[in-house]
């Protein structure tokens, strides 16, 4: 099994400020990975695929990079909105297995 | 617009079964990949399982031990899970999601299913 491991596990940011959170991986999964952000009380949304590639409707301050086995997501200037849990998740293999999840929370 | 609606969850005593359904619109859906994913209470995602769009494929989290069942309808554009033998450790949110460029996206609001005597 492919383990995820994200951190930092909380970051406290204001918005404006530059947010990057980090994926590693504990075998390659190539590109196969994708990030998600849950709000409470809701779905989680996807965000990025294929390691970089944004989902549709997605900002463009939101963006995706690495492969093997470290990835990073970086969201460029917060908005206010952009407060939630984020996930990231592989599909190179099974079991599919994700993060534990970075909660990005207002400092 | 892609959509996903899932039903079927509620309480169910240690033991018990229960069987999630997935309704879908918008998209072909016999030709998508779909998954399960749950969330227990105050905790992180877990993926359940994955089934083809034909049913050719069906693959489960090993924790399962057998006991769940993905399947589709694709006549219906319907996913289901058929649970068995549910503990309080199933006790989750639990979520259909289409598999895009093998991520999950969108998924549905997520249905509750509480284990419990």
Same mark, same amino acid.
């Given at each position: 099994?492919?383990?995820?491991?994200?951190?930092?596990?909380?970051?406290?940011?204001?918005?404006?400020?530059?947010?990057? /959170?980090?994926?590693?991986?504990?075998?390659?999964?190539?590109?196969?990975?994708?990030?998600?952000?849950?709000?409470?009380?809701?779905?989680?949304? /996807?965000?990025?695929?294929?390691?970089?590639?944004?989902?549709?409707?997605?900002?463009?301050?939101?963006?995706?990079?690495?492969?093997?086995?470290?990835?990073?997501?970086?969201?460029?200037?917060?908005?206010?909105?952009?407060?939630?849990?984020?996930?990231?998740?592989?599909?190179?293999?099974?079991?599919?297995?994700?993060?534990?999840?970075?909660?990005?929370?207002?400092? | 617009?892609?959509?996903?609606?899932?039903?079927?969850?509620?309480?169910?005593?240690?033991?018990?079964?229960?069987?999630?359904?997935?309704?879908?619109?918008?998209?072909?859906?016999?030709?998508?990949?779909?998954?399960?994913?749950?969330?227990?209470?105050?905790?992180?995602?877990?993926?359940?399982?994955?089934?083809?769009?034909?049913?050719?494929?069906?693959?489960?989290?090993?924790?399962?031990?057998?006991?769940?069942?993905?399947?589709?309808?694709?006549?219906?554009?319907?996913?289901?899970?058929?649970?068995?033998?549910?503990?309080?450790?199933?006790?989750?949110?639990?979520?259909?999601?289409?598999?895009?460029?093998?991520?999950?996206?969108?998924?549905?609001?997520?249905?509750?299913?509480?284990?419990?005597?």
């Amino acid at each position: 099994e492919i383990v995820l491991t994200q951190s930092p596990a909380t970051l406290s940011l204001s918005p404006g400020q530059r947010a990057t /959170l980090s994926c590693r991986a504990s075998q390659s999964v190539g590109t196969y990975l994708g990030w998600y952000q849950q709000k409470p009380g809701q779905a989680p949304r /996807l965000l990025i695929y294929g390691a970089s590639t944004r989902a549709t409707g997605i900002p463009a301050r939101f963006s995706g990079s690495g492969s093997g086995t470290d990835f990073t997501l970086t969201i460029s200037s917060l908005e206010p909105e952009d407060f939630a849990v984020y996930y990231c998740q592989q599909r190179n293999s099974w079991p599919i297995t994700f993060g534990q999840g970075t909660r990005l929370e207002i400092k | 617009e892609v959509q996903l609606v899932e039903s079927g969850g509620g309480l169910v005593q240690p033991g018990g079964s229960l069987r999630l359904s997935c309704a879908t619109s918008g998209f072909t859906f016999r030709s998508q990949w779909m998954g399960w994913v749950r969330q227990a209470p105050g905790k992180g995602l877990e993926w359940v399982a994955d089934i083809k769009g034909d049913e050719s494929e069906k693959t489960y989290a090993d924790s399962l031990k057998g006991r769940f069942t993905i399947s589709r309808d694709n006549a219906k554009n319907s996913l289901y899970l058929q649970m068995n033998s549910l503990t309080v450790d199933d006790t989750a949110v639990y979520y259909c999601a289409r598999e895009y460029f093998r991520a999950y996206g969108p998924w549905g609001q997520g249905i509750l299913v509480t284990v419990s005597s």
